[in-house]
């Protein structure tokens, strides 16, 4: 009876996990270029408000944050995702 119990918890805790784990889609494109926009105190950032940036990519372990690189090929990583948003083709 334990063990038929377990699997049925075990059963029941995976299909809860399944049905409510919420899927997140980065809304920028791995090597793209974006730009900082924050607005929010800019003094905890090593980014200054518009700065041009390169977007890596998005963190796999980490959902909703980034790994970006600098002009001067500084690598950052950690960042969300929110705080950078796609340049435009007028911006490039």
């Known amino acids: 009876?334990?063990?038929?119990?377990?699997r049925f918890k075990l059963w029941w805790w995976f299909s809860f996990?399944?049905?409510?784990?919420?899927k997140h889609k980065c809304?920028?494109?791995?090597?793209?270029?974006?730009?900082?926009?924050?607005?929010?105190?800019?003094?905890?950032?090593?980014?200054?408000?518009?700065?041009h940036l390169l977007f890596l990519g998005e963190i796999i372990e980490m959902r909703g944050h980034c790994v970006i690189v600098n002009r001067d090929g500084k690598v950052f990583w950690g960042y969300h995702t929110d705080n950078f948003g796609a340049l435009t083709d007028d911006e490039i």
């Not at 009876?1 to 377990?6: E, G, Q, V």
């Open 1 to 6: 009876m334990d063990k038929l119990w377990f």
């Open 27 to 51: 809304p920028l494109q791995t090597n793209q270029l974006v730009k900082f926009q924050i607005d929010r105190d800019e003094e905890y950032y090593p980014f200054k408000n518009g700065e």
């Open 17 to 22: 996990l399944l049905i409510f784990r919420r």
